[in-house]
């Protein structure tokens, strides 16, 4: 996953003057050798070069972990810590940062008494308050408080939300649209974008094809067919349209490079109707599930946060993603004999989420290389092919989406669940998803909240990490929708029914 960042968390402690410095420093100390013992020690970096008790620390503090290449920042108040010093440590950190705390030790021994108490669990207080007033964002933990193995596990969990608060700030998000027809589903204000410090270029769908056009011959081409045969195997049931599909892979491979200027990450918002297939004489579902796989998610019919969600929850998952429509309900013989029964779902609970070709190889029981049967209803076969089809591989999902509302305010939903190991019996790249409460969950937050009908799919339970994200990014937590349990109403919800 080349397009996703590693992250050197630099560890500061700091001090409240009028306790004693040595607690900070041993906690420290012990905190730093409690990570290393569980988890990757290249994770983190401990600021040696003093305690921050002052303004002056902390200049020398940022100083010395910026030195080392730390790109997102832990702020360990080993006791009370200095509300203001420790707050514009964080003001001035151009990156994610956090806030954990030091228990209390040794109550038995003497711990509690003047020489040894903290009271950093009051001082986190004072930094919230701090933190407020600076119009600082920061993330605190569920609980940040804890002793040395405690807070290690704190700063881990951390990473992937750091991951993803860095990457939105270094991302471009490349375009090429405009949107089909009937698609207003997916239109949405590109202000919020610049609000997460998201780059955009938005291309015509002229511009591509030309670059397409430039690119046959590519001596390159032959090598990528050949990579994509080796990947489908006995799937690869459309050979003739390899050198297409590889030709286009090569021409969005070649814009990522020529047009990220001084960003890291890319991901695209492509168009694949309704002029696509009878120009380029293919449908590009493979390529974007390749590029998926890649690590650059490409989210289909021009769907920027349907994109942008993508790439939060590949940076998160650190695993590669897709993008399905939330599509159909499962048949109920299908649910009678297969699902009833055998599963803690109703039918209520579960539906199918589709796409016509565009989920990873890797994220599928089988594939084959298949043309586009709903547009095959208009249009000559050969122009279809080039989709990837199969049932999506059984196991834990989070469903998720971060969308702009038409009047430019962000709203983000997650809900985890799982893919059902039952037969489809239908086409795409398909899978039978089950989510507690599906039912309530899809009217009073998807249909209530105006979501546009693409869901994105990290594969694994991630909405813990999702909904801090979404938090630390300035969603409010109000406009997080969630799969809410039985007993739990929605703001919209008859309580009489």
Not at 218 to 243: C, F, H, S, T, Y
Not at 245 to 262: P, R
Request: include cysteine; charged fraction near 20%; aromatic fraction near 10%.
């Amino acid at each position: 996953m080349g397009n996703s960042p590693k992250m050197k968390i630099g560890i500061v402690a700091v001090s409240r003057d009028c306790f004693p410095e040595s607690l900070s420093v041993t906690r420290r100390q012990n905190l730093v050798k409690a990570y290393a013992e569980k988890y990757d020690a290249a994770d983190i970096y401990e600021c040696p070069i003093c305690i921050v008790e002052s303004e002056i620390h902390m200049v020398q503090a940022l100083e010395d972990i910026q030195k080392a290449g730390c790109n997102a920042l832990c702020v360990y108040l080993g006791n009370f810590g200095p509300e203001i010093s420790e707050t514009l440590l964080a003001k001035h950190f151009d990156g994610p940062k956090m806030f954990v705390a030091a228990a209390e030790e040794d109550g038995l021994n003497g711990g509690v008494q003047a020489s040894g108490r903290g009271d950093a669990y009051c001082g986190v207080l004072n930094a919230s308050y701090n933190l407020k007033l600076r119009n600082v964002k920061a993330y605190i933990p569920e609980y940040p408080v804890g002793d040395a193995e405690a807070c290690a596990d704190m700063i881990h969990e951390f990473l992937p939300i750091a991951r993803a608060v860095y990457a939105l700030n270094n991302l471009k998000i490349i375009t090429f649209g405009p949107r089909p027809q009937n698609f207003l589903a997916c239109n949405a204000p590109i202000k919020q974008l610049y609000n997460l410090g998201v780059e955009i270029e938005e291309n015509s769908e002229l511009d591509l094809f030309e670059s397409f056009n430039n690119h046959a011959g590519d001596k390159r081409i032959p090598d990528v067919v050949a990579d994509m045969a080796n990947e489908l195997g006995a799937g690869n049931k459309k050979p003739e349209i390899l050198e297409k599909l590889a030709q286009y892979e090569l021409t969005l491979l070649d814009w990522i490079e020529e047009h990220k200027g001084y960003r890291k990450y890319v991901a695209l918002a492509g168009k694949c109707w309704p002029a696509f297939q009878t120009q380029f004489g293919c449908v590009p579902c493979y390529v974007n599930s390749r590029l998926t796989k890649m690590g650059i998610p490409v989210s289909c019919e021009v769907d920027i946060y349907g994109a942008l969600s993508e790439f939060i929850g590949t940076i998160i998952s650190e695993d590669t993603v897709t993008l399905l429509d939330i599509n159909n309900s499962v048949p109920k013989d299908i649910y009678d004999a297969d699902i009833k029964d055998k599963f803690d779902y109703t039918l209520k609970d579960t539906f199918m989420g589709f796409h016509c070709g565009n989920t990873a190889s890797t994220k599928l029981s089988s594939c084959e290389m298949k043309n586009q049967a709903i547009m095959a209803r208009s249009l000559p076969v050969e122009v279809t092919n080039g989709t990837l089809e199969g049932d999506i591989i059984p196991g834990k999902i989070t469903f998720f989406r971060l969308q702009s509302t038409s009047d430019a305010g962000l709203r983000a939903y997650v809900a985890q669940g799982e893919v059902l190991p039952v037969a489809t019996r239908s086409f795409g790249a398909i899978g039978i998803f089950a989510i507690p409460e599906m039912g309530r969950f899809y009217r009073h937050v998807l249909i209530e909240g105006n979501y546009p009908h693409h869901g994105a799919v990290a594969f694994g339970h991630y909405g813990k990490e999702l909904f801090e994200v979404f938090k630390y990014i300035g969603v409010d937590v109000n406009e997080i929708g969630f799969n809410q349990p039985k007993g739990m109403l929605y703001k919209t919800e008859n309580p009489f029914m």
